[in-house]
């Protein structure tokens, strides 16, 4: 706004008469003196939220995942008696979460996109609204990377779980 603002009186001077004036202010939220302290602390605070919330997800995928593994000990026994390796059978783990919480974000940012970009939602939640803004893509790839590290934690406990699975033991259970 600051670079274009005598750029446009400039333009709207040029097309007036002679002795007019013209003044470009901006008068929005944001020129206020102070409002980007308090943006910066209101995106601190939500993104505090945002962190708590992620996390307390995490544990309920960890303990989704530790139950699962549970579930799954003969699997894992069987599949060290055929050869599997300690590496191969962590990878495995890990990916299985990886991937699960990945395909999830992918699904709900296509999900965002698609009822940001119908002509329903928007007019019916916001009336009035003539310039729909357009799609956030940081706040997009700032969820798939948070997808992705949650998935990462959530799978690297039951990962180390699944390592201690002794073959003898698994193939007994």
Not at 46 to 69: K, P
Request: hydrophobic share 55%.
């Amino acid at each position: 706004a600051s670079e274009i603002g005598p750029v446009l009186a400039m333009d709207l001077r040029a097309g007036l008469p002679e002795g007019q004036s013209v003044m470009v202010n901006r008068s929005d939220w944001a020129s206020q003196p102070g409002m980007e302290d308090s943006m910066r602390t209101f995106e601190m605070i939500t993104g505090g939220i945002a962190v708590l919330i992620l996390g307390l997800g995490a544990l309920s995928l960890i303990n989704i995942q530790l139950v699962a593994m549970r579930q799954r000990v003969r699997e894992i026994g069987v599949r060290r008696a055929f050869g599997a390796t300690s590496g191969r059978v962590f990878v495995s783990v890990l990916l299985e979460s990886l991937v699960a919480t990945t395909v999830a974000g992918i699904i709900g940012i296509a999900i965002v996109v698609a009822v940001l970009r119908s002509d329903w939602v928007v007019p019916m939640m916001f009336q009035g609204m003539q310039d729909v803004p357009p799609f956030p893509m940081r706040a997009a790839v700032t969820g798939l990377v948070a997808s992705v590290i949650v998935g990462a934690i959530a799978g690297f406990i039951p990962a180390l779980v699944a390592l201690r699975v002794k073959v003898i033991d698994a193939i007994r259970f």
